[in-house]
């Protein structure tokens, strides 16, 4: 089964005390690969609580002057984390007030039209925010309560965002649809456009620098140089050599290569000279006032447009999955003793993943396959990013359990047609998504019966 890995609800206030990441119960090697997961929010504390009252009402639930507060908290402690200026206290409660009411009747409105949490899938999301955290569940929860934060407060958050999510993609299931004219009409505007702003370039350099006030013999001998360079570049020479062996230019310890950009963050002799030319072309030698310029046109696209191509990796893991037969601590030793030994040449990853991986890659010795950037969880991708091919990880912690990675290759892959514009229906969808769930929010507070009492005291 193919997990999903939800985007943050623009329905649920972004003060939550976590995002709630979702995934079904399934941990086989699928169950890994998840698409686009929000970064979790840290959980506030509580703010000490007061004589309290009811500030509002929705649907005769009330909304009550500590809640105001507490959410207030929150906002304020990610505002300062992300260095954005805090509004007056005033003008922020009633911000707060405000979304504490839609979102209030979002989940009235949820729960209304029968969406529902169970415990399972209330505890599942629990393990993962601890897994985002490096934790077991038991030591997140000791973090929660030693931080002050109510650990059943914490988890109706949770369910809180949950119903939230849930009804987000319902409701976008059936209000948002993008038609293969949508996505014809994208992609023809896009290929039209001749905005060189549009232009996206990453370009190979090597930089022959001729000194100011350099004579006639110095500026001709770096120019031989130059056409040397460009020579060998184009009889197939490795460029990130000859950037290493040549050039001048601060790029030169990264193989010469300059990123993907906007053209119009190009120097102007740059864009001009590989405007033409094809991914793999060279230009020059270019003289300009710095010397002369050797490039290679490494990536060429117009920004909006898919991409053509994606780096793939193909990995091998052994998954030890921590439980009352084994602790998390003691799946980290093992794994390390697992290590130890493919490393000393006793035993092989393919052997000991058979052996031992409580996982359905275990009989193919832990292959995971071929897979693109955002198919796994992020606690398990991005150490695998980090691993030359033939590298051995240590041990990694993921909400699934405790894993040893070893990269076997990664490739360079074209992206089908098919994947292209199901790339640019996810952006269309998501263009459309904003303007669809604002709507269904406002309707869904219209409806509801809504009485202020009093105005929040802080």
């Known amino acids: 089964m193919t997990e999903r890995r939800p985007q943050l609800s623009r329905l649920a206030a972004v003060w939550c005390l976590c995002a709630p990441l979702l995934w079904s119960a399934d941990a086989s090697a699928q169950a890994l690969r998840l698409p686009n997961q929000p970064s979790l929010l840290r959980a506030a504390p509580n703010v000490p609580v007061t004589a309290d ?11 009550t002057n500590n809640e105001v507060r507490q959410r207030m908290q929150r906002v304020e402690q990610q505002m300062a984390q992300q260095g954005v200026a805090v509004p007056p206290r005033e003008q922020l409660a009633q911000q707060v007030l405000e979304q504490l009411l839609t979102e209030r009747a979002l989940l009235q409105h949820a729960t209304q039209t029968g969406i529902r949490v169970d415990e399972a899938t209330l505890l599942r999301a629990e393990q993962s925010v601890a897994a985002q955290n490096q934790l077991g569940l038991e ?10 934060v109510d650990l059943n407060r914490f988890r109706n958050d949770l369910r809180n965002q949950i119903l939230l999510q849930r009804l987000q993609d319902r409701e976008l299931e059936a209000r948002v649809q993008v038609s293969e004219t ?8 896009q290929q039209r456009s001749g905005d060189p702003a549009n232009l996206l370039l990453n370009l190979g350099h090597v930089l022959l620098l001729v000194p100011e006030g350099a004579t006639e013999q110095q500026v001709q001998a770096q120019k031989a140089r130059a056409e040397e360079v460009a020579q060998r570049a184009r009889a197939g020479g490795d460029f990130a050599a000859l950037a290493a062996e040549f050039s001048n230019a601060a790029e030169r310890a990264n193989g010469g290569v300059l990123g993907l950009r906007q053209a119009s963050r190009l120097p102007e002799l740059f864009v001009a000279s590989t405007q033409a030319l094809k991914v793999g072309d060279i230009a020059g ?47 980290i030793e093992r794994l390390n003793q697992f290590r130890q030994q493919i490393a000393s040449g006793q035993a092989s990853f393919e052997q000991l993943a058979r052996e031992h991986s409580q996982d359905g890659s275990a009989s193919g010795g832990g292959d995971l396959g071929w897979t693109s950037a955002g198919q796994f969880v992020p606690e398990f991708e991005e150490p695998m990013n980090k691993l030359r091919p033939g590298e051995v990880s240590a041990p990694v912690v993921s909400r699934f359990g405790v894993h040893l990675i070893r990269v076997e290759e990664r490739r360079e892959a074209a992206v089908s047609q098919r994947d292209q514009r199901e790339q640019v229906r996810a952006l269309l969808r998501e263009r459309k998504a904003g303007a669809a769930l604002d709507a269904m929010a406002r309707e869904v507070r219209n409806r509801a019966y809504i009485e202020n009492r009093e105005p929040p005291q802080l």
């Open 53 to 63: 009252f009811i500030v509002a009402l929705v649907n005769s639930e009330p909304v």
């Open 139 to 148: 030591e997140f929860r000791r973090r929660v309560a030693a931080e002050g």
């Open 182 to 189: 949508d996505i014809d009409d994208y992609l023809r505007a």
């Open 285 to 331: 030698p270019l003289r300009s006032e710095a010397g002369f310029h050797v490039l290679k046109v490494l990536e060429k696209r117009q920004a909006g447009l898919p991409e053509a191509s994606v780096v793939q990796t193909r990995a091998r893991h052994i998954l030890l999955r921590a439980g009352p037969q084994l602790t998390e601590a003691a799946a």
